[in-house]
């Protein structure tokens, strides 16, 4: 199994760059993160070359958060401000030779235009990406942690990706929001295996070190990697005293297989 670092929440007290250094040092395989957009691209692809790590994954930006927003592309009447953040992604993206983004829906529950919206968003985006030899994920995000953020549940993002019927659009797998909304992953990443693109995974549930809680990731790992997952599993949790401090699951889960 291959483990990525997600630099949204580990080594936050250092510069991006310096943290790809420190996954790299740490025995991670890979890196992903949120919003990188503020760190020169050029520095951040030597920092990969320089470690031999790649980097999976990237987000579009989230908005105003000040004003509470968690994403763009469902929120009917910001279409330009949500295509923008995906063209800053997809240009990120490329520069960084990163091959997946997540479009991020936003919280828009009850707005009658959301599905119609992100719909169109996600065609904008999955054609942009084609272009470029990326892949679109979305990303099923608890309601606990974000109420009212439109697209919530595994079975929903799978039925959206069967409509659509797009090629380069998949689904972030991540534990931790999914075991909040239903649990039973195993048995619910099985049956929507062929549209997985990515899996990240933290404790639930107070998304700490993934050694703790009531998820036991030393059985569904390597059970995810015998059910067919093949890709690198993304580490995105929030460290409870440090991020060096708890890492001694990382060696004890690549010893697993």
Not at 38 to 51: I, N, W
Not at 190 to 199: D, L, R, Y
Request: aromatic fraction near 8%; hydrophobic fraction near 40%; charged fraction near 20%.
């Amino acid at each position: 199994m291959r483990f990525s670092a997600n630099l949204g929440f580990l080594w936050t007290d250092r510069p991006l760059t310096d943290r790809i250094a420190a996954a790299a040092a740490a025995g991670f395989d890979a890196v992903e993160c949120h919003f990188p957009y503020d760190t020169d691209p050029g520095a951040v692809k030597r920092a990969l070359e320089e470690t031999g790590l790649s980097m999976l994954g990237l987000n579009t930006v989230p908005g105003d958060t000040s004003a509470g927003d968690f994403g763009l592309c469902a929120l009917p009447g910001r279409t330009s401000e949500a295509r923008a953040a995906i063209d800053q992604a997809l240009e990120y993206a490329s520069a960084i030779d990163c091959p997946n983004i997540h479009v991020m829906a936003g919280k828009s529950a009850g707005q009658a235009e959301a599905a119609s919206t992100f719909r169109e968003n996600l065609t904008y985006a999955v054609e942009g990406a084609l272009t470029r030899d990326k892949t679109i994920l979305i990303e099923p995000i608890n309601t606990r942690d974000v109420p009212g953020y439109f697209l919530s549940t595994l079975e929903s993002a799978s039925l959206l990706i069967e409509q659509m019927g797009v090629e380069g659009l998949k689904i972030m797998f991540d534990c931790y929001h999914l075991q909040i909304m239903g649990g039973d992953l195993l048995r619910r990443y099985s049956a929507h295996a062929h549209q997985v693109g990515h899996i990240q995974f933290a404790s639930v549930p107070d998304r700490g070190e993934p050694n703790r809680g009531e998820v036991r990731y030393d059985w569904l790992l390597p059970e995810l990697a015998a059910a067919g997952y093949k890709g690198a599993f993304g580490a995105e949790y929030r460290p409870a005293e440090g991020t060096d401090t708890g890492l001694g699951w990382l060696a004890t889960y690549k010893a697993l297989g």
